[in-house]
Nanobody, 123 residues
Framework: VQLQASGGGLVQAGGSLRLSCAASGRTFSNNAMGWFRQAPGKEREFVSTINWSGGNTYYADSVKGRFTISRDNAKNTVYLQMNSLEPEDTAVYYC?????????????????WGQGTLVTVSS
């Protein structure tokens, strides 16, 4: 089982990026998916989660209104559209596959993790 995150890069403040997380080895269409991030010297923190069908989403307060999570179960892929990026969003972003069908903001709610993709927002 592998989760491959991509789409990170360097962007100026106010810009946008779209992260993708493609799963292989098994289908996750019945699992929640989530995004977390880890800034240098900080713990990994919750960003967003989406339930198995895509009908329910949840966001950290720090990204609410700026980030949008979505999924395409036919492609076994989850996305994170990030708009109005701020320097404080700079971090390595990780995708996770949930243990159940409904999302969690807790690290232990996820059974599989991708390798991370670096997002750097310059001021």
């Amino acid at each position: 089982v592998q989760l491959q995150a991509s789409g990170g890069g360097l962007v100026q403040a106010g810009g946008s990026l779209r992260l993708s997380c493609a799963a292989s080895g098994r289908t996750f269409s019945n699992n929640a998916m989530g995004w977390f991030r880890q800034a240098p010297g900080k713990e990994r923190e919750f960003v967003s989660t989406i339930n198995w069908s895509g009908g329910n989403t949840y966001y950290a307060d720090s990204v609410k209104g700026r980030f949008t999570i979505s999924r395409d179960n036919a492609k076994n892929t989850v996305y994170l559209q990030m708009n109005s990026l701020e320097p404080e969003d700079t971090a390595v972003y990780y995708c996770g596959a949930g243990r159940g069908s409904y999302g969690s903001s807790r690290l232990n709610g996820y059974a599989y993790w991708g390798q991370g993709t670096l997002v750097t927002v310059s001021s």
